[in-house]
C-alpha cells in the first residue's frame, strides 16, 4: 500500500513496497529506469527482501505485483520483462561480485 511521503497543493508523492517500485520501472525501462532499478535492487537485497537470482526475483516480482498480469504475457513480453530483470540484476551485483556470480544475457536484442 502507497504511503503518501509529501502532499502539497498540485503535488503528491507516494512511497510504493520495493516489488512495485521495480515493477513500475521495468515497464518503461528507459532514462534513469535501470540506475534506479539496480539501486533498488541493491539495497532491498541488504534488507533481505529481494533475491538475487533472475528465476528468484521474476517470481518475487509475480507473486507480489500480481495485479500487473505477468501471466497473461506473451512470450515475447516475458523475453522482455526477462531481459530487463537480467540487466537490472547485473547493474546491481556486477558478474562475479561478492563471490555471488549473476548469469549475464548475451541478447543483442534491445531491452
Same mark, same amino acid.
Given at each position: ?5 509529501? #502532499? ?16 513500475? =520501472?521495468?515497464? $518503461?525501462?528507459? =532514462?534513469?529506469?535501470?540506475? #534506479?532499478?539496480?539501486?533498488?535492487? $541493491?539495497? /532491498?537485497?541488504?534488507?533481505? #527482501? ?19 498480469? !505477468?501471466? /497473461? !504475457? ?9 531481459? $530487463?530483470?537480467? #540487466? ?7 558478474? /562475479? ?15
Amino acid at each position: 500500500m502507497p504511503q503518501t511521503i509529501f #502532499d502539497e497543493r498540485g503535488l503528491a508523492l507516494v512511497a510504493v513496497p520495493w516489488p512495485w517500485a521495480i515493477a513500475l =520501472k521495468l515497464v $518503461r525501462y528507459a =532514462k534513469e529506469d535501470p540506475t #534506479d532499478c539496480a539501486a533498488v535492487l $541493491r539495497l /532491498g537485497f541488504a534488507q533481505g #527482501d529481494i533475491h538475487r537470482t533472475l528465476a528468484g526475483l521474476e517470481q518475487w516480482i509475480m507473486e507480489r505485483c500480481w495485479p500487473m498480469d !505477468y501471466t /497473461g !504475457y506473451q512470450p515475447p513480453q516475458m523475453q522482455q520483462l526477462r531481459r $530487463r530483470l537480467q #540487466d537490472a540484476l547485473n547493474r546491481a551485483f556486477p558478474p /562475479g561480485s561478492h563471490g555471488m556470480p549473476v548469469a549475464q544475457t548475451t541478447s543483442r536484442t534491445p531491452l
